[in-house]
């Protein structure tokens, strides 16, 4: 990829990651970017750069604009190594250039990388004149690291918005109209449930913020720029923030000997029949990221785990696990499962539900070695009265 210019003397110089296929857990099925952008004025600013390891296609395109020795800034709107990894490549062709960070910034920078380094810290308010363009810092703090930041210029009507509103997503265009929009929004879907979703809170005061700003373009640090649809991705986050659910119910679940696996069909069956919309996904072929992305905007979810050696199974522990640390908020929570000679995992299911954030609904239910027909009947009747409620939560 060249770099792309996206505004008058604005340019894309980052680097498209075709390959990548695992971020940090995160499984990136249609790869990401790293987007660095530059600004050519009476003083040049770069805005982020690369991973560890391109910082050689960086400069490259830093090159294909403008001499990389010019550099006279470099903002670094969060300290995270896919966009930090490189500054020191461009520091030794710009020895000069002040690096601008957070205080956070600077002090997570000074901790991952060795050397003098010539900080400039900002914070919201201040700004920076190139010439032409001015460069407005708001601080984003835990959005998603303490040290994020805005950088946004007014004249051009332009937020560079750092990790919100991205998405990991390889492609050759560089534009939101460049692309295919459903695949764009699942994407950054996709995006905010598996990073973002747990800062709900404080991405709807971030959003608040974002209001007394005119914004014409969004240039997020990975994936499509935002222009003509940006109106649509801040309606998705503002939905997203609120946790705002469909009447969607989640029956996720692993099975040893089909007996988890039965109570899961009944219940999930009694809820679609009592007019839910259902999606049963078995947790040996589902990875974690898909899952937590349903989660997103769904009403309820309802985990059954057999117990192995007195504690869930380890697909289910990895599952709940994951969504503890993402805080889902406003959903009801469901816990079922079989056990052998002793149990003990849908108790603990049903506390990690809890611990996600989210609220037990109805008793959970257990039944030794195969589910009788008591224990079907108490699925059906928690399908349907969950499905009854959630319809009811979200009108």
């Known amino acids: 990829m060249n770099h792309i210019e996206i505004a008058p003397n604005i340019y894309w110089v980052g680097y498209v990651d075709w390959d990548v296929r695992n971020f940090h857990g995160y499984r990136t099925q249609r790869g990401t970017s790293y987007n660095a952008y530059l600004i050519v004025d009476e003083k040049v600013a770069l805005i982020d750069a690369v991973k560890p390891g391109k910082g050689r296609s960086l400069l490259e395109h830093i090159a294909e604009v403008i001499d990389p020795k010019k550099i006279a800034y470099i903002i670094s709107n969060h300290t995270e190594p ?12 710009a020895p000069q250039a002040v690096v601008v960070a957070s205080e956070k910034g600077k002090i997570g920078l000074q901790k991952y990388y060795p050397g003098n380094w010539n900080f400039q810290v900002v914070k919201t308010g201040d700004s920076i004149h190139l010439g032409k363009h001015l460069l407005q810092f708001i601080n984003t703090p835990m959005l998603h690291w303490p040290d994020s930041m805005f950088t946004y210029l007014p004249a051009q009507k332009l937020l560079f918005s750092m990790d919100a509103f991205g998405q990991h997503y390889a492609t050759s265009g560089r534009f939101d109209t460049q692309v295919d929009m459903d695949v764009l929004m699942a994407e950054a879907k996709t995006y905010y ?27 997020p640090s990975h994936g499509v720029i935002w222009t003509e649809h940006r109106s649509r991705i801040l309606s998705a986050y503002q939905g997203w923030a609120e946790f705002r659910a469909r009447p969607k119910i989640l029956v996720i679940y692993d099975s040893m000997w089909h007996s988890t696996e039965q109570m899961a069909d009944v219940l ?10 259902v999606k049963v996904l078995k947790l040996d072929v589902n990875d974690l990221t898909s899952l937590v ?14 117990t ?42 049903a506390e990690c539900l809890q611990q996600a954030g989210l609220e037990m609904f109805g008793e959970t239910i257990s039944c030794q070695y195969r589910p009788d027909e008591e224990t079907l009947r108490k699925c059906r009747l928690l399908g349907t009265q969950l499905a009854e409620q959630v319809i009811k939560k979200t009108k």
């Open 268 to 277: 999930a069956d009694a809820a679609c029949a009592a007019g839910a919309e």
């Open 293 to 306: 992305t349903e989660v997103l905007d769904a009403a309820a979810v309802a985990v059954g785990s057999p």
């Open 193 to 219: 449930a598996n990073i973002i979703m747990h800062l709900g809170s404080i991405v709807s005061k971030t959003l608040k913020q974002a209001q007394s700003l005119e914004i014409e373009t969004i240039c």
């Open 308 to 349: 192995l050696n007195s504690n869930m199974m380890p697909t289910v522990a990895a599952f709940l696990t994951y969504l503890k640390g993402l805080k889902s908020k406003g959903k009801l929570g469901v816990a079922f499962g079989s056990y052998g000679w002793s149990g003990g995992a849908v108790e603990q299911a």
């Open 82 to 93: 896919d966009h930090s990894g490189e500054i020191q490549k461009v520091l030794d062709q």
